[in-house]
């Protein structure tokens, strides 16, 4: 009950402040007005549009992050030749702050979603290969004795003994790589979009629209917390037997 | 016939040599327990009887299938415990014989747990299972109860002694307790040196008491002690 409190309390001081006239409906729509918006972009079909339009681009961006991410990470988890030779790079890469890599990649791909994607994956692609790596190097070297003395094959040590104690900490990484997903959609679609849920605010900024704006902000967030939901029930799923408080 | 048979084993660690000749027959159903000081070479030993370490000379070969037993269960985490103890099964005999093998050391109705459901004791039973399920000629164990408290070694010492006998598995065991060595044992022997070699070889019930191999290993109790001991057993 406890977590209801501020919120239902921020909604009661929104609600008093517009109604009363004390805050203008330029400067922020009251929630009759949000609810209105809601209900005329599903009308109109473009609460739809601008969604999949978004949705498509996370989950795209994430996908194609999430197979860079395997094949890259697994490669330098598994390889001293392929660390000393591929992780300085990708470090001194990560350490560019990734939104800065926005007017190279709009020059080179245009406005279009190619470009949207890739920005989407470059934010998701980090913090699964940071993980995955950690994860690799993190196995006990224990457990891979075991797997020898029982005679495994190389694949069969892999398969039966090195993916499943990776998986906890690769979930982990996905789960923080959806949530950038989602940041760095913000970035792309703030740029330059025709449409998504980024469009949708940079439209409500230029035609003073604060219930578009606050609509879009609502939809961002409950499309983060769906997948930040889902990606927990994942880890529960898939790796529920860690014997670690869950983060 | 032998077990295992160890020939002028000689293994480094750079320049530091950890055996230089070591010869160690197992008979066919022996138990023979390694004795010595912490760092003698006891585990490495094992290791190198277990494939995990490469000698640098000499021969080892055992018959027939060999099992492991370490200090620390060594369970994966992420199957349950009859998953754990099928890790090794390659065909349907060998699977056939885990509802055996659990029942051997008692964990029938915990075969659905995961291991950080289990304690200490039971995960090393699970353990034990595990490295029972290809019927092993030879079982190799690694301190398998240091790990345990006084109650929990004791039962899982027993529950060993019985398997040992009932499969009449050989079995080397690498210790650092004179009572561990005595309950498991029919032969004891204590490395010393450096490289270390056998300075004391004895059959349990014969040569080797509880004496001697402190004698062997080095260890005086003082005399009182010695003689409260004697009084209470």
């Excluded at chain 1, 560019?96 to 470009?115: K, Y």
């Excluded at chain 1, 998701?124 to 993980?131: E, G, L, M, N, T």
């Excluded at chain 2, 640098?56 to 985490?77: A, K, N």
């Excluded at chain 2, 022997?189 to 008491?209: D, K, Q």
């Amino acid at each position: 009950m406890g977590r209801f409190i501020v919120p239902l309390v921020l909604f009661a001081a929104w609600w008093t402040a517009t109604a009363s006239g004390a805050i203008k409906s330029y400067q922020l729509a009251s929630p009759r007005d949000v609810v209105r918006e809601v209900i005329e972009l599903a009308q109109t079909g473009l609460l739809w549009r601008d969604l999949g339009a978004s949705i498509e681009r996370v989950a795209l961006g994430f996908a194609i992050a999430l197979i860079f991410a395997l094949v890259v990470g697994s490669l330098v988890g598994g390889s001293r030749a392929a660390e000393r030779a591929l992780d300085p790079t990708l470090q001194a890469i990560r350490a560019v702050p990734s939104l800065a890599w926005v007017p190279l990649i709009l020059l080179w791909l245009g406005i279009g979603e190619a470009a949207k994607v890739t920005l989407v994956a470059i934010g998701a692609f980090f913090p699964i290969y940071v993980a995955l790596v950690s994860g690799i190097h993190g196995v006990d070297r224990k457990l891979v004795e075991v797997g020898t003395i029982f005679g495994l094959s190389r694949s069969a040590l892999i398969t039966r003994v090195l993916v499943p104690a990776t998986l906890p900490q690769l979930l982990v990484g996905a789960r923080i790589g959806l949530t950038q997903a989602w940041l760095f959609l913000v970035a792309a679609e703030l740029l330059a979009a025709t449409n998504g849920l980024g469009f949708l605010l940079t439209d409500g900024q230029q035609t003073s629209r604060t219930d578009e704006i606050l609509v879009a902000i609502l939809l961002f967030a409950v499309c983060g917390k769906l997948s930040e939901t889902g990606m927990r029930a994942l880890e529960r799923r898939l790796a529920g037997w860690t014997d670690t408080v869950p983060a | 016939m032998t077990s295992a048979r160890i020939r002028g084993l000689r293994k480094a660690y750079g320049s530091q040599l950890v055996f230089d000749g070591l010869d160690l027959d197992v008979a066919r159903g022996e138990r023979v327990a390694v004795l010595g000081a912490s760092g003698c070479g006891k585990s490495t030993l094992l290791r190198c009887v277990a494939g995990l370490e490469r000698s640098d000379g000499g021969t080892i070969s055992t018959t027939g299938e060999v099992g492991v037993m370490f200090q620390e269960p060594r369970l994966f985490p992420w199957l349950d415990v009859e998953r754990n103890v099928a890790f090794p099964a390659r065909d349907d005999t060998e699977r056939g014989r885990i509802p055996n093998v659990l029942a051997l050391v008692g964990l029938t109705h915990a075969a659905r747990r995961l291991p950080k459901e289990l304690s200490g004791g039971m995960a090393q039973r699970a353990a034990l299972a595990r490295a029972l399920v290809r019927d092993p000629h030879l079982l190799l164990l690694d301190e398998p109860f240091a790990a345990l408290d006084a109650l929990r070694r004791i039962e899982l010492r027993t529950a060993l002694h019985e398997i040992l006998k009932l499969t009449r598995a050989s079995a080397i065991l690498v210790t650092h307790d004179v009572d561990d060595a005595l309950a498991i044992a029919d032969r004891v022997i204590v490395l010393a040196g450096a490289p270390a070699e056998i300075a004391f070889s004895g059959t349990v019930g014969e040569t080797a008491g509880r004496q001697a191999i402190l004698d062997a290993l080095g260890v005086h109790e003082p005399a009182g002690v010695r003689a409260a001991f004697r009084a209470s057993s």
